[in-house]
């Protein structure tokens, strides 16, 4: 599974559009980039996921550069809600969820 | 209804004490997972069942044993609890193993602590 590279943290103010970077640059071409939320001592949440082409539901949309090698979720109007560790995670075998991004959002 | 439910929320008990985690899933999945998530938060994944057959074993001391009654239901047992099996157990289950419905969804967690 490829490696996967992003900030420690980041702040967003509240109503601003959060953009979390992931570099994946070992991704395979079979590896589905999926990414997943913790808010403070609850279960991960799914938020997207997608191979090449960009994706966007009711929570996010994930931006994936043409070589795959990166990629970036955004949450379009960040609330004080979406405070949380953001897991960027490609996936061809097992997940395995690294360090993630601290987002905070701030008032 | 919840999707995946795990109980109890909190354990604590004494070094060496047997005990059992319950999960529990309500989406019709094929696939159920256990991961540990200890205090500096790496969150790992110890075990994968897919109906009720176990696929994966990430190196995880013979102490912990999962039990599949069947394929909503995933249980962990742990024997001889040590003070470093404290953590926070989170299950979850996914559609099938691969491809688009891999999407996993993870229960509450359980904050099992060891004295």
């Known amino acids: 599974d490829a490696k996967t590279t992003q900030p420690p943290s980041m702040d967003c103010a509240e109503g601003r559009a959060a953009n979390l970077p992931c570099n994946h640059s070992t991704i395979s071409g079979n590896e589905y980039v999926y990414w997943y939320r913790q808010i403070h001592s609850q279960g991960p949440q799914y938020i997207i996921h997608?191979?090449?082409n960009n994706e966007t539901n009711e929570m996010a949309s994930l931006i994936i550069t043409e070589d795959r090698k990166s990629s970036t979720l955004i949450l379009p109007h960040a609330t004080l809600r979406d405070t949380a560790v953001y897991y960027c995670?490609?996936?061809?075998?097992?997940?395995?969820f690294g360090t993630g991004t601290s987002l905070t959002v701030i008032p | 209804d919840t999707a995946v439910s795990q109980t109890p929320k909190y354990l604590v008990t004494q070094m060496g004490n047997d005990k059992s985690i319950k999960c529990e899933q309500n989406?019709?999945?094929?696939?159920m997972y256990w991961y540990k998530q200890d205090s500096k938060k790496f969150l790992k994944i110890m075990f994968s069942y897919n109906n009720k057959e176990l696929i994966i074993n990430e190196t995880v001391p013979n102490r912990f044993s999962p039990k599949s009654p069947d394929k909503a239901h995933l249980n962990l047992h742990i024997n001889s609890l040590e003070l470093g099996d404290s953590a926070v157990y989170f299950c979850?289950?996914?559609?099938?193993?691969?491809?688009?419905?891999?999407?996993?969804?993870f229960g509450p967690g359980t904050r099992l602590t060891v004295l």
């Open positions: 995670i490609p996936r061809r075998g097992q997940f395995y």
């Open positions: 997608g191979l090449k």
């Open positions: 979850a289950s996914s559609p099938r193993t691969s491809g688009r419905g891999y999407t996993q969804y």
């Open positions: 989406l019709g999945h094929d696939t």
